[in-house]
């Protein structure tokens, strides 16, 4: 019997680029970013930044909603140093 080797598939990234989030090609963060003013886009970082943080371990991972909180705190000091 033959085997065939195939590539693994990649797994997702589900902290930095979710692929719930890209469709269409452009990811979700980067539309909002380009709608909202910065001081609009701040507030929603922020706000991502606490949900995260205060569910960590309620949904899904402790480790994942850790990761994306601070996914979400990094986008928000990038934002503010402009």
């Known amino acids: 019997m033959d ?3 195939r ?3 990649a797994k997702p ?3 930095n680029h979710p692929p719930h989030y890209t469709a269409g ?3 979700t963060i ?3 970013q380009a709608k909202l003013s910065k001081e ?3 507030g929603y970082l922020k706000g ?3 949900k995260y943080i205060l569910r960590a371990g309620k949904k899904t991972e402790t480790l994942e909603d850790l990761k994306k909180c601070q996914w979400y ?3 928000l000091i990038e934002t503010v140093e402009g």
Do not use: Q, S, T, W
């Open 30 to 32: 980067d539309i909002m």
């Open 73 to 75: 705190l990094n986008k």
């Open 25 to 27: 090609g452009i990811e």
């Open 40 to 42: 609009e886009f701040i």
């Open 7 to 9: 590539p693994i598939a």
């Open 13 to 15: 990234d589900i902290v």
């Open 3 to 5: 085997r065939v080797m």
């Open 48 to 50: 991502c930044v606490m």
